[in-house]
């Protein structure tokens, strides 16, 4: 009898987190939730959880939330970690065959290191990681012979397209995005977007923070740099093209002038359940893809004006070092400022342009270094905000429509 696969799942309160235990509930005998890992701010759900899934051991960022979760569980219990440094033990020390990477931000850079140096392999749904140190993630990768394995849709449709080809064989790599709610809207009128219209995504059901990113095509723009370092291709072979139907999730073309694209309904389930069994497939238990209730399909190049993310991140990219941790960790904060009705919507471009501007370049020499930029970014932009000493300096003022 094949050995069940063992898992940690680190943000597992978080939406890709949830999905994935969800799936794994589908499949008695595929797999074993060795290690789980959240922020601590619900431990109710994370004590359902561990009732659920009898993981080994769990780890909360929220020190205070670990004497709750003792309560909540009585005896016997996992072992209970707390912390930033908890979360990275967990990581690190939790025999596991796959450990899926999904807490949002910045602050899945550590864990997903330890991962990786342990040569375990890593589901990557949180693609900020890659964003803030690819060039050192992908060498830990490849010197500790760690797996990486995409989740989001996007790099999940381009692994699956270019297994068993050569990369000296593609052409480009075509990333869609559906457009977010505000594809057919004007320049003028995104000055008057709400948290909530921000938040209505017309496909994808997603945490406040990535459905905010791909309102203002932040998400793509950051997934060009995630693509450049899973796949070792050159950002000029990685192009955005707008498919708001979301049917097609990537494409490769190759030097020939064929294009293999990767098709299926719009459910993050399907990249994470592929990656959780790689390489082989196992059924899937959702609604398939019926291509004739689609009618069509149409595509549309991204509009830098009204999007001006995609332009910046392509920027941060080709500046190299350390200015993608730069664009990143501006963005985690102008995007929690305007989720609190603190800055518009227009602004968290205006704060990602200043923080790149204003920010030391630095060299990508060890993650330690990443860490600092990234420290350094943050207080930067939020010395920026409203209500800060250099808010008026820098033109953000007012707040935006809730």
């Not at 270019?162 to 320049?187: C, D, N, W, Y």
């Not at 723009?221 to 450049?228: D, F, K, P, S, Y």
């Not at 609190?340 to 330690?368: F, H, K």
Request: glycine share 8%; aromatic share 4%.
């Amino acid at each position: 009898m094949e050995r069940m696969k063992r898992l940690t799942v680190l943000g597992a309160t978080g939406s890709v987190g949830r999905r994935a235990l969800e799936l794994i509930e589908h499949f008695p005998g595929q797999f074993r939730v060795e290690g789980l890992a959240a922020r601590g701010t619900n431990p109710d759900l994370v004590a359902e959880l561990c009732r659920t899934h009898r993981p080994r051991a769990v780890a909360l960022a929220d020190e205070r939330a670990v004497d709750v979760l003792a309560r909540a569980l009585g005896h016997p219990r996992p072992e209970i970690l707390g912390g930033a440094r908890g979360i990275v033990a967990l990581a690190r020390d939790v025999e596991a065959d796959v450990v899926l990477s999904a807490i949002v931000g910045g602050a899945g850079l550590l864990p997903t290191m330890a991962a990786i140096e342990t040569g375990k392999a890593v589901a990557i749904a949180n693609k900020e990681p890659l964003v803030m140190a690819g060039s050192l993630m992908t060498a830990a990768a490849r010197r500790h012979k760690a797996p990486l394995l995409p989740v989001d849709s996007e790099h999940s449709a381009i692994f699956q397209c270019l297994e068993g080809q050569q990369r000296s064989q593609v052409h480009r790599i075509l990333l869609t995005a559906s457009g977010g709610p505000f594809r057919r809207m004007s320049k003028a009128d995104m000055a008057s977007v709400t948290v909530e219209d921000a938040l209505n995504h017309p496909t994808w059901k997603m945490g406040a923070k990535i459905t905010v990113d791909s309102a203002t095509l932040m998400n793509k723009g950051l997934e060009v740099i995630e693509a450049r370092w899973l796949f070792g291709l050159p950002a000029e072979q990685v192009q955005v093209v707008v498919h708001p139907q979301s049917i097609i999730h990537s494409m490769v073309e190759y030097v020939d002038g064929s294009v293999i694209a990767q098709l299926g309904v719009a459910d993050m389930g399907i990249p994470i359940l592929y990656a959780l069994n790689y390489p082989d497939r196992l059924p899937w238990p959702g609604e398939r893809l019926d291509l004739t209730k689609i009618g069509s399909l149409t595509f549309e190049e991204p509009d830098v004006e009204r999007f001006p993310c995609l332009s910046l991140c392509r920027q941060a990219l080709a500046a190299a070092g350390c200015a993608p941790a730069v664009l990143n960790a501006a963005n985690e904060i102008a995007v929690g400022a305007f989720l609190a009705g603190r800055i518009r919507y227009t602004q968290i471009a205006e704060l990602i342009a200043l923080a790149l501007e204003r920010v030391p370049a630095r060299a990508l020499d060890s993650i330690e270094t990443c860490v600092d930029v990234d420290a350094e970014t943050r207080r930067f932009v939020e010395g920026r905000l409203p209500g800060s000493a250099n808010a008026a300096a820098v033109g953000v003022s007012g707040r935006a429509g809730r």
